[in-house]
């Protein structure tokens, strides 16, 4: 069997928000993640994975503070929520830089970073764009 570094994550439809800016930063997301996953399985050094998990910390924390500014901008009733999930993530992954410089990347890292963001997305972002649209609020101004 050859180590293929196919897609370690696809992009559904079930993930999309309808919300342009949102989805684009989401599949940014996604790139980044099979990025890493190539890395590793590409047995690249801890520093080409470093830098890429580096990449992958920065990129998620902007996405979640201009989320979490939009959210507040419409004031969705359930942003505390967002935010709570967002905080759980972010420690985690500052976490697993901490673990990868130690011990190196592992696949239940891996693992849990896909997991995490496709029920993040497909739960908790999906339910605030669905109230969006079933508002009718006129996002395009806010984001
Ligand atoms: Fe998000």
Redesign the pocket.
Known sequence: MTMQAKEFITWKSIYETNIPK?DD??KRLLVILNDLYRSFIQKDGADVMLDIAKKLISYTKY??TA?ETFLSKINYPKLQEQIDEHIGFKTKIDEFYINIEKVGMSVEILQFLQNWLKS??KGK?VAYSQWIFENKIDFEKFI
Do not use: G, L, V
Request: hydrophobic share 35%.
């Open positions: 949102i930063q989401h996405h979640f989320e993040h997305i972002d």
